[in-house]
């Protein structure tokens, strides 16, 4: 890709593919010199069903899965500086287990990855452009039916109400920072979660009254990977309430 620098060093960013350079240069009004190329490779290796085909997954390699895969367990971080799922794989991250990426993850038409509640995607740098869909699973703190949990969603593209389907309606929430207070969702039906942002949501109307119980939700979407600011209208200081009430 052709960049425009007067410095003697170039920073790329991350690259997650092989990737070839030359110095085109120039000096007033001499000739241009162009450079030998040079190509820098990343070593890779695909999850076959039975092994890893090309050693075992690290934080320099590309990692492809195209058969399918569940994780070992027992803390594990299965590292690498991109992920692709293909080939109808279906790939399932146990609990306590971590993708930890330095670029993009990709998950093919046909092919499925969930992250099971306490499973994690980490992934460094603010411009990873992740494509395909993953399902991320999420427990509640026990609750009782008419309780509420502030949801935020780690996907984009997930609808409210599918989210808890048998949540009534009109309980679903936003936080409005002009007015310090919560606001009914007029349409959580056609209504996605945004980046970053909580929503606060009654349990579902058919959960247990009784003992407080979890609750799974069940994401589904593109992950969301960057830096998000979330500006808020209202700043409330609480030291100056505490006095005016006393």
Request: hydrophobic share 35%; proline share 6%; with cysteine.
């Amino acid at each position: 890709f052709p960049v425009t620098i007067s410095t003697a060093t170039h920073n790329t960013g991350a690259l997650t593919q092989e990737t070839k350079f030359r110095a085109v240069v120039q000096s007033g009004t001499c000739s241009e010199a162009t450079s030998a190329e040079a190509t820098l490779t990343f070593a890779s290796t695909t999850w076959n069903g039975t092994s890893w085909v090309g050693g075992a997954p690290a934080a320099n390699k590309t990692l492809t899965i195209a058969a399918n895969y569940t994780s070992p367990g027992s803390n594990f971080d299965l590292q690498g500086c991109s992920l692709t799922v293909q080939n109808n794989a279906v790939v399932t991250i146990v609990p306590q287990d971590s993708v930890v990426l330095s670029g993009a993850l990709t998950v093919a038409t046909g092919s499925t990855m969930t992250f099971e509640p306490q499973a994690y995607l980490i992934q460094s740098g603010t411009t990873n452009t992740n494509s395909g869909n993953v399902i991320v699973k999420a427990n509640s703190a026990p609750v009782k039916r008419l309780d509420y949990t502030l949801w935020s969603a780690p996907v984009a593209g997930q609808l409210l109400q599918p989210f808890s389907p048998t949540t009534l309606a009109n309980r679903f929430y936003n936080y409005d920072s002009n007015t310090n207070f919560y606001t009914v969702v007029a349409n959580p039906a056609t209504t996605a979660f945004e980046a970053a942002k909580g929503v606060l949501i009654r349990v579902a109307n058919n959960h247990p009254s009784s003992a407080p119980q979890t609750w799974l939700g069940t994401f589904n979407g593109v992950p969301n990977s960057g830096t998000y600011t979330i500006p808020l209208a209202k700043y409330r200081d609480w030291e100056t309430d505490r006095k005016s009430v006393v």
